[in-house]
């Protein structure tokens, strides 16, 4: 595994944690936890600046995306009780495919 992988996925976990603090920032009533979900957030981006330099930017960011999306689903679920249906599970799944086909194909 390359280090720009590397870098971008661990941009896909801080914006993930990011995404978790800012739910619970309750729309920055809670500062602290709206001040971490910004210094993760900014973070996340410099590793994904990182990882572009090692991989196409189009194939980065759409897996940064998705894979973020499909985090923030199954994290707010687990720790936050949101709900998750077969319908968000198989939009995910379709999601996760594209990835890979773009992958095979680049």
Same mark, same amino acid.
């Given at each position: 595994m390359s280090i720009h992988v590397v870098y971008l996925l661990s941009s896909v976990i801080l914006d993930i944690l990011a995404n978790?603090?800012?739910?619970? =920032?309750?729309?920055? !009533? !809670? !500062?602290?936890?709206?001040?971490?979900?910004? #210094?993760? +957030?900014?973070?996340?981006f410099a590793l994904l600046a990182l990882a572009v330099q090692g991989m196409p930017l189009f194939l *980065?960011?759409? *897996?940064?995306? #998705?894979? =973020? +999306?499909?985090? &923030?689903?199954? *994290?707010?679920w687990w720790f936050l009780g949101q709900p998750m249906n077969r319908t968000i599970v198989f939009?995910? &799944?379709i999601l996760i495919f594209a990835i890979l086909l773009m992958q095979v194909e680049s």
């Open positions: 978790l603090a800012l739910e619970v =920032s309750n729309g920055f !009533k !809670k !500062k602290l936890w709206g001040l971490a979900a910004i #210094v993760l +957030i900014m973070t996340a *980065a960011y759409t *897996a940064w995306g #998705v894979l =973020s +999306i499909a985090g &923030t689903a199954l *994290a707010t939009g995910i &799944t």
